[in-house]
């Protein structure tokens, strides 16, 4: 209908993605809409080059390109191509996971593409990773094995229950899709 985001292109794309891993037929056309909308949002300007937009581009989500640019890396990834993901790689470890800065929506996306990645750049993302998450995740109560959502960019909007599931999600990655 027109209205397209880097965030539902994502979605789609993995579900496409983990259809063809379960051996059901995806018809490569049905990747190419995901693509025409990343070369949309993929800026290539030298000052931005590698980032992929929201819903244009520059159009990010706080102001700030990371997660959007993760979603990015991570498509372009799973459907086999290389445009923007170098300079995208750039961008994600230019921002590791610190808990006093946690959105754990980025680093779900960043997580997925940079385990596909694979290689220096994985390396480097995964050690911030499982310090963020396992030195805060609580230990007592009701509460133990979650994350205190009051501490994520988005926690506010998804509670306990978000912050807990993208947690976990973030820490299952090395199952998730074949390298």
Request: glycine share 12%.
């Amino acid at each position: 209908g027109g209205n397209h985001d880097t965030s539902v292109t994502g979605w789609a794309v993995m579900a496409l993605k983990a259809a063809k891993v379960a051996e059901i037929q995806v018809p490569d056309a049905a990747f190419q809409g995901g693509a025409a909308w990343l070369d949309e949002g993929l800026d290539v300007d030298a000052e931005y080059k590698g980032t992929f937009g929201y819903d244009k581009k520059r159009a990010w989500v706080h102001k700030a390109p990371h997660t959007t640019t993760s979603v990015g890396v991570l498509v372009r990834l799973l459907m086999g191509q290389n445009k923007g993901v170098e300079e995208g790689t750039s961008t994600l470890l230019e921002k590791l996971p610190d808990w006093k800065s946690a959105n754990l929506y980025y680093w779900y996306y960043a997580t997925l593409a940079l385990f596909q990645k694979g290689g220096e750049a994985w390396a480097k993302w995964n050690e911030p990773l499982k310090k963020a998450l396992c030195d805060n995740q609580a230990t007592k109560g009701c509460e133990d094995g979650s994350w205190d959502p009051n501490q994520d960019t988005w926690g506010g909007e998804g509670g306990r229950v978000y912050t807990t599931a993208v947690g976990a999600l973030c820490l299952e990655v090395y199952y998730r899709y074949k390298q």
